[in-house]
């Protein structure tokens, strides 16, 4: 990713990383040519030596805060340093120190009032720094931007007195350096050291005494480069480079504040190892973190690069204001990004226009725009994996998806051919539909697979019967007063918050059961719960349909938090108006199990726990209106129904009073002997995917997988 083709590689990760100062091995290449002369001082290098000194001694009183500059004279920026001052003079005349007032206020009588900077600043310069730059106007006063901004080039080579000795590029610095102190190389490093210094630098551990034996065993001339290329091959290559990054990241398998709980970042991790070990593009590397999700048909593994931008630490302190979290959040992806991607601190522009680097406040804003859309609560939770979240699964995993999506395929493969075997039966269902066009919704509702079904048309008494009809039918008892009133169809029950249904032990469901269970509802203060049957006392163990803050939520639980699932629908419900909620659960222990239903229709929901592995069944009975012990609806609630299986699509929108065959009204309208053959295919289409009961058991066992 960040490396250079091989030939390069070798001597900037060895000679730089390790400082190695002699031979970088046997079999290098040729030795650079170079010129033997007397060492030339190197032109000032204004943004390493000049601009430290100006910032440390001079920008506090002629820097980028204009409140505090005095004499209006500026040396944080080109046209300020250069610019005429009153009575023509100039702080700085390249090429003349006489001209130059910076130069004549630097070198004045320390007793002097002219004397900069002034004694009551505490600041004095050294006589090198007042040496080097006068030598920098003298030289011409070359300016440059901060080294941030400025791409990189590659220098000439300089001039060397031992010609001899470097064998690449890199040497030639180094040995430039050395010279310029009046020092000489190292001796060669021996094998044992070379392989020892390489291993550590490549790979961040030491080599094994077999790897150091088969070094020095191979005697030829490629032994150096074969060695580079296995260290280059290993994984533990790029976890010892993603530590780098890991760090300006800020990476953490914690939250870092507060209890600072684990939390599950650890793809992202893996991601940038495999970055690194694949020799990815370091645009390449960037664009995928920065907005991995965003890229057209976004794979898993550039979703989980963006994970890059949520190493910021996290939070669920009591206390905190949610607001200030969430602003606090954005400060860090911004801080992050200025320093790993433009190696400057931006901590100081939140503030005010930074003093010492040219980064104002309203870029930092700016910045912050760009990056103020987090989705998700900006509090944690105290949860391992706070929302948004992606599944990742293990390459252990990722071949069982591979072989379950194959079988997947191939029961749908075999439910697509069942056309040609349902014939009769479809024969049979269409002249039923047709027949049925004008029966009412309640009359279409599907019985199979019916638990329990309470019309709550009484209209009197303690009693809700239970309308499933079959032998050792259980009734509702009233528990409270009993308020019955109109309903969505018919007669319905109202609830005060103190007035529930006991339905007994109905609907006692394990969590590898399919059920489904719903109702209408209304409510007046948008909480409570229409239908449950939970033991909130025994850790919450069991089921329901519940309401809060006006959003249905399923819980399906055999010990909360830690051992259930949690979804949360994301439309907010009507208060005072008729809805109907649905549910439906394929006894997978999964919420990719679960689909909720509003007035017939699939709605989204988020998922806040995922992780059912227990039993979920409860001696509590099952209520509507209620928890066991808590949570009571207050509001209006009809036509309750329980199934021992998964209802379609089109059921639900039955119960819900649509007309399921609505799509089909117009082939239906027609006389049999008028449709044509691709009206006929999309009535048997509707048919399998509906009523089919091989083919829904073949569509079943293909979501399963």
Request: one cysteine or more; proline letters at 7%; hydrophobic letters at 35%.
């Given at each position: 990713?960040?490396?250079p083709?091989?030939?390069?590689?070798?001597?900037?990760?060895?000679v730089?990383?390790?400082?190695?100062?002699?031979s970088?091995g046997?079999?290098q290449?040729?030795?650079?040519?170079?010129?033997?002369?007397?060492?030339k001082q190197p032109?000032i290098?204004?943004?390493r030596q000049?601009r430290?000194?100006?910032s440390?001694n001079c920008f506090a009183?002629h820097?980028?805060?204009?409140?505090?500059?005095k004499?209006k004279l500026?040396f944080?920026v080109?046209?300020?340093?250069?610019a005429?001052?009153?009575?023509?003079?100039?702080?700085?005349?390249p090429?003349?120190?006489d001209e130059?007032?910076?130069i004549?206020?630097?070198?004045?009588?320390?007793?002097?009032?002219?004397?900069?900077p002034?004694?009551?600043?505490?600041?004095k310069?050294?006589?090198e720094?007042?040496?080097?730059?006068?030598r920098?106007?003298k030289?011409g006063?070359n300016?440059?931007e901060?080294?941030a901004?400025?791409p990189?080039k590659?220098p000439a080579?300089?001039?060397?007195?031992?010609a001899a000795?470097?064998?690449?590029?890199v040497?030639?610095?180094?040995?430039?350096r050395?010279?310029?102190?009046?020092l000489?190389?190292?001796?060669e490093?021996d094998?044992?050291t070379?392989?020892?210094?390489?291993?550590?630098d490549?790979?961040?551990?030491?080599?094994?005494?077999?790897?150091?034996?088969?070094?020095?065993?191979d005697?030829?001339a490629?032994?150096?480069?074969?060695v580079?290329?296995?260290?280059?091959k290993?994984?533990?290559f790029?976890?010892?480079?993603?530590?780098?990054?890991?760090?300006?990241?800020?990476?953490?398998?914690t939250?870092?504040?507060h209890?600072?709980?684990y939390?599950?970042?650890w793809?992202?991790r893996d991601w940038?190892?495999k970055?690194?070990?694949?020799?990815?593009?370091?645009?390449?590397f960037?664009?995928?973190q920065?907005?991995?999700d965003?890229?057209p048909?976004?794979t898993?593994?550039?979703?989980?690069?963006?994970?890059?931008?949520?190493?910021?630490?996290?939070t669920?302190?009591?206390?905190?204001?949610?607001?200030e979290?969430?602003?606090?959040?954005?400060d860090?992806?911004?801080?992050?990004n200025?320093?790993?991607l433009?190696g400057?601190?931006?901590t100081?522009s939140?503030?005010?226009?930074?003093?010492f680097?040219?980064?104002?406040q309203?870029?930092?804003?700016?910045?912050?725009a760009?990056f103020?859309?987090n989705d998700?609560?900006?509090?944690?939770?105290?949860?391992?994996?706070?929302?948004p979240v992606?599944?990742?699964?293990?390459p252990e995993?990722?071949?069982?998806i591979?072989?379950l999506?194959a079988?997947?395929?191939d029961?749908?493969?075999?439910?697509?051919?069942?056309?040609?075997?349902?014939?009769?039966a479809?024969?049979?269902?269409?002249?039923e539909?047709e027949?049925?066009?004008?029966?009412?919704?309640?009359?279409?509702?599907?019985?199979q697979?019916?638990v329990a079904?309470?019309?709550?048309?009484?209209k009197?008494?303690?009693?809700?019967?239970?309308a499933?009809?079959g032998q050792?039918?259980?009734?509702?008892q009233i528990?409270g007063?009993?308020?019955?009133?109109?309903?969505?169809?018919?007669g319905g029950?109202t609830?005060?918050?103190k007035?529930?249904?006991?339905?007994?032990?109905?609907a006692n469901?394990e969590?590898?059961?399919?059920f489904?269970?719903g109702?209408?509802?209304?409510?007046?203060n948008g909480?409570?719960t229409?239908?449950?049957?939970?033991?909130?006392?025994?850790g919450?163990r069991g089921y329901?349909?519940y309401?809060?803050n006006?959003?249905?939520?399923?819980?399906?639980?055999?010990?909360?938090?830690?051992?259930?699932?949690?979804?949360v629908?994301?439309?907010?419900?009507?208060?005072?108006?008729?809805?109907h909620l649905?549910?439906t659960?394929?006894?997978s222990?999964?919420?990719?199990g679960?689909?909720v239903?509003?007035?017939?229709?699939?709605?989204?929901?988020?998922?806040?726990?995922?992780s059912?592995?227990?039993t979920?069944?409860t001696?509590?009975?099952?209520?509507i209106?209620t928890r066991?012990?808590?949570?009571?609806?207050?509001?209006?609630?009809?036509?309750?129904?329980?199934?021992r299986?998964?209802?379609?699509?089109a059921?639900?929108a039955?119960?819900?009073?649509g007309?399921?065959?609505?799509?089909l009204?117009p082939?239906?309208?027609?006389?049999?002997?008028?449709?044509?053959?691709?009206q006929q295919?999309?009535?048997?289409?509707?048919?399998?995917?509906?009523?089919?009961?091989?083919g829904?058991?073949l569509?079943?066992e293909a979501?399963?997988?």
């Amino acid at each position: 990713m960040f490396r250079p083709t091989l030939p390069r590689l070798v001597p900037i990760a060895v000679v730089c990383g390790l400082g190695i100062l002699a031979s970088t091995g046997p079999g290098q290449p040729a030795r650079p040519t170079t010129t033997a002369a007397a060492p030339k001082q190197p032109a000032i290098d204004f943004s390493r030596q000049i601009r430290p000194i100006l910032s440390e001694n001079c920008f506090a009183c002629h820097g980028p805060d204009e409140k505090q500059r005095k004499a209006k004279l500026r040396f944080d920026v080109k046209e300020g340093a250069f610019a005429e001052l009153r009575g023509g003079h100039h702080a700085i005349v390249p090429g003349n120190l006489d001209e130059s007032t910076l130069i004549e206020r630097i070198s004045a009588d320390p007793d002097s009032a002219g004397l900069m900077p002034p004694a009551k600043s505490h600041k004095k310069l050294t006589p090198e720094q007042i040496a080097l730059l006068k030598r920098w106007v003298k030289e011409g006063a070359n300016w440059s931007e901060h080294w941030a901004f400025i791409p990189p080039k590659r220098p000439a080579l300089p001039r060397v007195k031992q010609a001899a000795w470097p064998r690449n590029p890199v040497d030639v610095f180094i040995l430039a350096r050395l010279e310029e102190e009046g020092l000489q190389p190292s001796p060669e490093a021996d094998k044992v050291t070379l392989i020892r210094r390489l291993t550590l630098d490549l790979t961040g551990l030491p080599p094994t005494p077999a790897e150091v034996d088969a070094f020095l065993a191979d005697n030829s001339a490629e032994a150096y480069e074969k060695v580079v290329d296995r260290l280059l091959k290993s994984p533990r290559f790029g976890e010892h480079m993603a530590r780098y990054w890991l760090d300006a990241a800020r990476y953490g398998d914690t939250h870092g504040l507060h209890l600072d709980n684990y939390r599950e970042m650890w793809p992202y991790r893996d991601w940038v190892i495999k970055a690194f070990n694949d020799n990815k593009p370091f645009d390449q590397f960037l664009v995928e973190q920065l907005a991995g999700d965003l890229l057209p048909n976004a794979t898993l593994e550039q979703q989980i690069a963006t994970g890059f931008l949520r190493c910021h630490v996290s939070t669920a302190e009591g206390g905190s204001i949610e607001k200030e979290v969430y602003v606090r959040n954005v400060d860090d992806i911004v801080e992050t990004n200025g320093t790993v991607l433009m190696g400057l601190t931006m901590t100081c522009s939140r503030c005010h226009d930074h003093k010492f680097d040219p980064i104002t406040q309203k870029d930092f804003y700016q910045l912050f725009a760009f990056f103020n859309n987090n989705d998700g609560p900006a509090m944690d939770g105290n949860r391992k994996d706070p929302a948004p979240v992606v599944r990742v699964p293990t390459p252990e995993a990722q071949k069982q998806i591979a072989d379950l999506l194959a079988r997947a395929a191939d029961a749908e493969k075999r439910r697509s051919a069942r056309g040609a075997q349902v014939n009769d039966a479809f024969k049979t269902w269409l002249a039923e539909v047709e027949k049925s066009r004008q029966a009412t919704p309640t009359q279409q509702a599907p019985t199979q697979g019916l638990v329990a079904y309470y019309p709550l048309d009484e209209k009197a008494g303690e009693q809700a019967t239970n309308a499933r009809g079959g032998q050792k039918v259980v009734h509702g008892q009233i528990k409270g007063k009993a308020n019955w009133t109109p309903g969505k169809i018919g007669g319905g029950l109202t609830l005060d918050g103190k007035t529930h249904v006991d339905l007994g032990n109905v609907a006692n469901f394990e969590r590898t059961d399919a059920f489904s269970y719903g109702a209408w509802v209304k409510t007046t203060n948008g909480a409570g719960t229409p239908i449950a049957r939970m033991d909130d006392k025994g850790g919450h163990r069991g089921y329901d349909l519940y309401i809060a803050n006006d959003q249905p939520m399923i819980h399906i639980i055999n010990t909360w938090p830690s051992n259930a699932l949690k979804v949360v629908v994301r439309k907010k419900l009507p208060r005072n108006e008729w809805t109907h909620l649905f549910v439906t659960y394929d006894g997978s222990s999964k919420t990719s199990g679960v689909k909720v239903y509003v007035n017939g229709k699939v709605e989204p929901f988020d998922v806040e726990q995922d992780s059912l592995t227990g039993t979920t069944k409860t001696r509590v009975s099952t209520k509507i209106g209620t928890r066991t012990y808590g949570n009571p609806l207050a509001g209006q609630v009809d036509e309750v129904r329980i199934y021992r299986r998964v209802l379609t699509p089109a059921e639900v929108a039955i119960l819900a009073g649509g007309d399921p065959l609505a799509p089909l009204a117009p082939i239906l309208a027609l006389k049999p002997e008028k449709r044509t053959r691709a009206q006929q295919d999309t009535l048997l289409k509707y048919y399998l995917d509906n009523h089919d009961a091989e083919g829904l058991n073949l569509a079943k066992e293909a979501a399963s997988y």
